[in-house]
């Protein structure tokens, strides 16, 4: 419950920052969903599915995300903050860099077993129309129980004005 306050505590402070960078720049609520498969051969993930919430003003992004990852042995879930800088080098693409953490719940046979998790990702976020982005990344996480996964990702992210 601790770790929970203290992820609630970073989401709000990282949206309050953003809405302050807000009267600077232009902020767009984002909603995506997310897909990605595990290319490292000696972690026991297979695939991800996922749901993200967040803001972006010009050149930086963050995402409240839940994720559900498919393991060969157990089934887990993430629910955490991810929060991206753009190098913006084009009008239609640009690059990111991203740090995420959160807590992830492992079920494992008939324990539920909770454990916090960090993690970083990059790629390209490419701009199809003013309100849809094609994003295709690689993500990694770092977690007590399992080996670090590095998944090749893709996400549809939708973004709006919320006025």
Known sequence: MKNIKRLALSLLLSVIALQ????????????????????????????????KVGAESK??????????????TENFYAYGVEFQHFLNFSK????????????????ESNKKIYKEYYGGDMGFNFHLHQFVDFE?????????????????????????NMD
């Not at 050149?59 to 060969?72: G, K, P, Q, S």
């Not at 239609?92 to 079920?107: C, K, R």
């Not at 295709?136 to 998944?151: D, H, M, N, Q, W």
């Open 59 to 72: 050149d930086n992004r963050i995402f409240l995300a839940a994720r559900h990852y498919d393991l060969t």
């Open 20 to 51: 302050a960078q807000g009267d600077l720049y232009e902020t767009k609520s984002l909603v995506a969903i997310e897909g990605g498969y595990n290319f490292n051969d000696n972690s026991t993930i297979e695939r991800v599915y996922g749901f």
């Open 92 to 107: 239609y693409v640009n690059l990111y860099v991203g740090i995420s953490g959160g807590v992830a719940h492992i079920q």
């Open 136 to 160: 295709a990344g690689i993500k990694t996480i770092k977690i007590e129980r399992l080996k670090s996964p590095s998944i090749g990702y893709v996400s549809c992210i939708i973004k709006y």
